[in-house]
């Protein structure tokens, strides 16, 4: 199964670059994974105006990335917080129903357009604590690549 991640922000320092990398590499054994970067909004949004114009503003930037072929998973605090195993149970489902590809969505400070939510799916959520966003990035792959390790039975996973 092929991975797209889309995340709103610029650039990683390198010592996030370098975790991204390795499991970015360890994923490719599994289809593989696509790391997709838009800037944010290059104003300050401290205003409730200015954050909605921000997410719209992104949401254009985002669009082209999230394509039918590719099913999308938004992350959002207050989505639904999943188990490893829970996470590698929804990720096969979605390989036994045919996808061969899938999307995850990383918003920004301000999350991200309402409209992006895919309909009758329920954001996926990290946990309740908040994480940089450049970190969620890390995490998320570590969370596919550990599902992918469960799902095909490799002794990653304790």
């Given at each position: ?24 590499d360890?994923?490719h ?26 997410l ?11 394509t039918?072929?590719?099913p ?23 390989r ?44 998320l792959?570590?969370?596919i ?6 799902i095909?039975?490799?002794?990653y996973?304790?």
């Open positions: 199964m092929r991975i797209r991640l889309v995340a709103v922000g610029r650039g990683m320092p390198p010592a996030i670059q370098q975790l991204v990398r390795e499991y970015s360890r994923l054994h599994y289809g593989g994974v696509e790391l997709i970067e838009v800037p944010h909004a290059p104003w300050r949004t401290d205003t409730p105006e200015r954050i909605q114009q921000a719209c503003w992104e949401k254009e930037r985002l669009s082209p990335h999230l039918p072929d590719h999308i998973l938004t992350l959002d605090s207050c989505g639904e917080a999943w188990t490893s195993e829970q996470f590698a149970h929804h990720l096969d489902r979605y036994h129903h045919g996808h061969q590809r899938l999307a995850f969505l990383i918003g920004g400070p301000n999350g991200y357009h309402p409209s992006l939510q895919p309909p009758g799916i329920k954001p996926l959520s990290l946990g309740p604590m908040t994480f940089p966003h450049l970190l969620v990035r890390v995490l792959l570590e969370q690549y550990r599902a992918f390790t469960l095909h039975r490799v002794p996973h304790r």
